[in-house]
């Protein structure tokens, strides 16, 4: 399985953009990247994924380097309910394997 | 609201006990999850059903039996369970197991085995 690596913990200013960075040097090139995040108390939420090219949704953007071993997850403008813990996941979907993420908190 | 959803939010158990955490999708996926999420530790997979057919068992204890009686539903049976099983159980689905598709998740049954 691909391995990530991701800081374990980050702040942010109330409405700054959020920057979350993930190495995945590992990872194969059938392999799509996938950031979820999980708030305290609730399941994980799927957030955005991506395989090459960069993505945007209505909950944030993914940025995919042009080797694919890294990626960095932006939300571009934070608020307090962006407070949880963010995971990046190379996923074949047998594969899901979770890592312990990086918990942002956002400062207001 | 995430389209799965997990019932009971909360248990407590004894050791001896015989109890069932169910799970339930309306999102019309084919493959549903259960994992365990212990305090400070990351998410492991238990077991993983495609099309009501279980096709990953990750060397869990037998004192855990899943059963899925359809796509949408999927039950996980505890009985004789130790207090370090104690930890957050959630279930997920996904469109089906073999596409890339993301997994959804409940927000999980909080159980703690006294």
């Known amino acids: 399985d691909a391995k990530t690596t991701q800081p374990p913990s980050m702040d942010c200013a109330e409405g700054r953009a959020a920057n979350l960075p993930c190495n995945h040097s590992?990872?194969?090139?059938?392999?799509?990247v996938y950031w979820y995040r999980q708030i305290h108390s609730q399941g994980p939420q799927y957030i955005i994924h991506g395989l090459k090219n960069n993505e945007t949704n209505e909950m944030a953007s993914l940025i995919i380097t042009e080797d694919r071993k890294s990626s960095t997850l932006i939300l571009p403008h934070a608020t307090l309910r962006d407070t949880a813990v963010y995971y990046c996941?190379?996923?074949?979907?047998?594969?899901?394997?979770f890592g312990t993420g990086t918990r942002l908190t956002i400062i207001p | 609201e995430t389209g799965v959803t997990q019932t009971p939010r909360h248990l407590v158990m004894g050791m001896t006990n015989k109890k069932s955490l169910k799970c339930e999708q309306h999102l019309g996926h084919n493959a549903m999850y259960w994992y365990k999420q212990s305090a400070k530790k990351p998410l492991e997979l238990m077991f993983v059903y495609n099309f009501k057919e279980q096709t990953e068992n990750n060397s869990v204890p037998s004192r855990f039996s899943p059963e899925c009686p359809n796509s949408s539903h999927l039950f996980l049976h505890l009985h004789t369970l130790q207090p370090e099983d104690s930890a957050l159980y959630l279930c997920a689905s996904s469109q089906d197991r073999d596409s890339d598709s993301p997994l959804h998740f409940g927000n999980g049954t909080r159980l703690t085995v006294t």
């Open positions: 996941i190379p996923q074949r979907n047998e594969k899901l394997t």
């Open positions: 590992t990872i194969s090139g059938n392999e799509y």
